[in-house]
C-alpha cells in the first residue's frame, strides 16, 4: 500500500528525513512501542497502517519525537493518515536562546516555551540568566547578587526600565530559586530537552560589580557617571580579571552552577568585553606580566582558559560566544558563532565545535517585516529585518569544509529580552521563526522549499 506519494504534504514540522504516504487512515488507537538499538539516539521509524501504530526507536528520546510527530498527523477527527516514517535529526544541538536578565520571564513562560519546543524537536535551552541587566539566579553564598543584581537600579536604556505594563521605574528583584530551577529542569528533562546555564564573564557583568564596587577595574565615580550616562555601557560592564578575588568568586558561583544544572556544558559568555579599562588598570597589567601574555585578547585567553580549567575538573566543557576564539580556544572549548558564520569556520576548522547562528540569520529580536509586526521599541529595531523566509534559507554548514562539518553541533534561534515585553511579543517574535530553524536543524540537507514550509506551516495552524 506504500509508495504511492500523493501530491498534498502531510503538515509536519520539522518535515521527517523520509515519509512514504499510504493510503486511508488508522483510527484513535494507541501506538505500540519497539526497540531497535540499531538506530541513532534520536531517530525513530513511524508506521500508521492496517489498523495500527507502530513506534520503533532506541531510545525513549527516539519514541518521544515519535509522538510528537503524531500529534502533528492527528486529524480534527482524532484519525491519522496512513504514513510510513523514518527519521533522524541532522544535528545534535537544536536549540533556543531565553535572555531573562533583560527580561524576566519566569517559570510559567518557560514551561510554555519548553513545551513548544519540544514539539518542534528541539532539545536545547540556552538559558541567558546573567547580564548586566540582571542577575536571575540563586547563589546562596551571594545573596546580593539576587537583591541588588536582580534589580534595575539606575536609569538604564529606557525601553530596558519598562515593565510588563508599560511603566518606567525599578525592575525587579526578579531570579529563579534553586528550587524553581530544579522545577524547571526536571520539566525540560521530561521532554527530552537540555538546559544549558550562560553566566555571562568577562563583559556584560555590571550587575555584579554593583554589588561588588572593587570588581571594576575603573575608580567608582568613573563607573557610576559611565552607567548613568549610558555611555559606554560595555566598558563599564568589564570585569577587573587582574583581581584574584573575581575569579574565586566566579568559582564560587560555578561551583552552585554545576551543582544544580547536570548538563556537560556551561555558556560562559565571553562576548563584547572591550579590553580598554585593563590597558590602564595595575591588576590587570601585573597578571599580564605574571602570566607572559603578550596582549589584552591574551588576557581573555587566559580567563576563558582558566575557568574552561577550572570546569573540566568538574567534568564540564565550556561553551562561548565567539570572541573566546581571540587570543586562542582552550582544549574543548566550543564555539557560538553569533557575529557571523565566520567564527564557527574557523572553530571547526581548528579542530573545535561549533554552534551556527549568526544574528542576521537567527536573532529573533529582529522585526519579522511582516505588517503586523508592531515593532514598538524603535530604537532597538534597526534596519534589519528577519522574515520568515530568511529564517528557512539559512545552512550552518555554509563555508565550512566536508570534513569539518562534524564538529558543526547545529545552531538555535536567540530570543533576546530588550524588546520583549509580555508573552504575546515573546510569542510573535519566536514563532513561528523557530519552526523554521527547527527545521534547519532537524531536516538539514533534506530541506524543502520555502513555500513547502509555508503551506505546513499553514496546515498545522489551521489544525491548531
Ligand atoms: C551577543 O549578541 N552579544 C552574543
Ligand atoms: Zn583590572
Known sequence: MFGSLLLAVLPLIPYPQSVIEGTGCVGDVAPVYERDASLGAEAYRLRVADGRIVVTSATEAGAFYARQTLKQLRRKDGTYPSVEIADAPAFSWRGVLLDESRHFWGKEVVKRVLDRMAAFKLNVLHWHLTDSHG???????????????????????????????????????????????????????????????????????????????????????????MVRTCKQVDQAAALCVGNDEVMTFFEHVFDEVCELFPDEYVHIGGDECPRGNWKTCPKCQKRMKDEGLKNEDELQSWVTRRFSAYLAKKGRRIVGWDEILSGGLPEGATVMSWRGAEGGIAAANQ?????????????????????????????????????????????????????????????????????TWTERDLNYKMWPRTCANAEVVWTGAKKRTYDDFRARLDGLLKSE
Open 351 to 419: 579542530g573545535h565545535c561549533a554552534v551556527v547562528c549568526p544574528h542576521r540569520m537567527c536573532y529573533l529580536d529582529y522585526p519579522t517585516g511582516e505588517k503586523d509586526d508592531t515593532c514598538p521599541y524603535p530604537r532597538f529595531c534597526a534596519k534589519t529585518r528577519l522574515p520568515l523566509e530568511k529564517v528557512y534559507s539559512f545552512d550552518p554548514l555554509a563555508g565550512i569544509p566536508e570534513a569539518q562539518h562534524k564538529f558543526v553541533l547545529g545552531s538555535q534561534t536567540l530570543n533576546w529580552g530588550e524588546s
Open 135 to 225: 542577575w536571575r539566579l540563586q547563589i546562596d553564598r551571594y545573596p546580593e547578587l539576587t537583591d541588588r543584581g536582580a534589580r534595575r537600579p539606575i536609569p538604564d536604556w529606557d525601553w530596558n526600565m519598562r515593565d510588563a505594563d508599560g511603566a518606567v521605574g525599578e525592575y525587579g528583584p526578579y531570579f529563579y530559586t534553586k528550587d524553581e530551577v530544579r522545577e524547571i529542569l526536571a520539566y525540560a528533562k521530561a521532554r527530552h530537552i537540555r538546559i544549558i546555564p550562560e553566566i555571562e564573564i568577562p563583559g556584560h557583568s555590571r550587575e555584579v560589580i554593583l554589588c561588588h564596587p572593587s570588581f571594576t577595574c575603573l575608580d567608582w565615580g568613573t563607573f557610576v557617571d
